[in-house]
DNA sequence: GTCTATAAGCGGATAGAC
DNA sequence: GTCTATCCGCTTATAGAC
């Protein structure tokens, strides 16, 4: 069922596991308790499948980071990737984050997994343009973290950015500004000087 | 009682209000429930109170950002001071991560209060900077949020930054190597061509 | 599949002895 | 100040009718 998965990523992403109540997601996904659990068992089970249909979205952007183009055009194109993402899918952006802060209880198999095999390729190409002069030399696992911090923000953080800017990547005048911002100052720290 | 504060501070950390528990907290701190709400009568008030001791810690590295520095003094300075929070305090991090997530309900008083007169200040701050030509045109909100972004990062997102790299900022050497990335990419990123 | 009713247990908070 | 015992509401989960 659509609208519980979609209910309880609003509620999982706010408040994690422990904090979220099936009660609040059968009411925002308009069925009864016990209904929501004819469907998932139990609240775990429920979070497990969150997670995983979040996590699709999750990986992707990163997978796309193609070595055969020219960094400068990848690194955008990732931001890009990124920040559409926050705009889009910031709750599952916030699941990710909320998970993690936890410690990623049930993440940790993945993180270890599929997302440290995807990221050592990446660094390794990443490596491969510093090698070729065509980047700057910088740690490639601190160009990734920074990459995520920068534009996860947006999603992660956005109850602050509203409060104090008045915006949100949904205003897209503000998308646009965020994401020239970010554009600019990674690329020009990370492109050799011409 | 100091005993409770970190450990009510841990828990919150982790889980937010919600999703803590005060027996937790209580065994933690070693001493029994009733015991500890004999300090502080109920959750909420435990929760204000760790907020409360932790909202200087989190405010005072940008309070120090001056005006009279020069841009990459100054930059370079608060990088340190956030990164070395990060290491110091990332439980305080994370536990502003977790408030915000959840649309910062006790939080946003200051947010929109202290912060933001801070804030303004030290956007203009970085507007005099460009206006100056010490310092490339960009956004100065969209400045400073790379800057908390990429510095909490490693507080906030530990977990994933350990599975990945083995390393966290405890580690001396790992701590330097993220210092040079992010000092590099942003000042690169925003210091005028010479 | 969906509901009402309810069991079972957890968790915040209090009473009261020491 | 600190504890044991306990109350009571809340939350997850089940039973069982429709």
Do not use: C
């Not at 990443?126 to 920068?150: C, E, N, Q």
């Amino acid at each position: 069922m659509l609208r519980i998965l979609d209910a309880a990523l609003a509620e999982f992403a706010r408040y994690g596991l422990g904090g979220s109540r099936i009660d609040r997601i059968a009411a925002a996904a308009g069925l009864s308790k016990p209904n929501l659990l004819y469907y998932f068992r139990t609240k775990e089970l429920l979070y497990r499948a969150v997670l995983e249909r979040t996590l699709a979205m999750w990986l992707e952007p990163l997978r796309e980071l193609d070595p055969d183009d020219d960094p400068a055009d990848a690194l955008a194109g990732y931001i890009t990737r990124k920040l559409h993402y926050s705009r889009t899918h910031p709750e599952g952006s916030r699941l990710f984050a909320v998970e993690v802060i936890q410690g990623a209880p049930y993440l940790e198999p993945v993180l270890r997994g599929e997302l440290a095999a995807l990221v050592e390729a990446k660094v390794a190409t990443i490596r491969s343009w510093i090698a070729a002069g065509k980047l700057a030399p910088v740690d490639p696992y601190h160009l990734l973290f920074m990459l995520w911090a920068t534009t996860q923000h947006y999603a992660d953080f956005a109850a602050q950015v509203r409060t104090l800017t008045g915006h949100d990547l949904a205003d897209e005048a503000f998308h646009a500004s965020a994401r020239e911002a970010v554009l600019g100052v990674v690329l020009r720290g990370v492109l050799p000087r011409p």
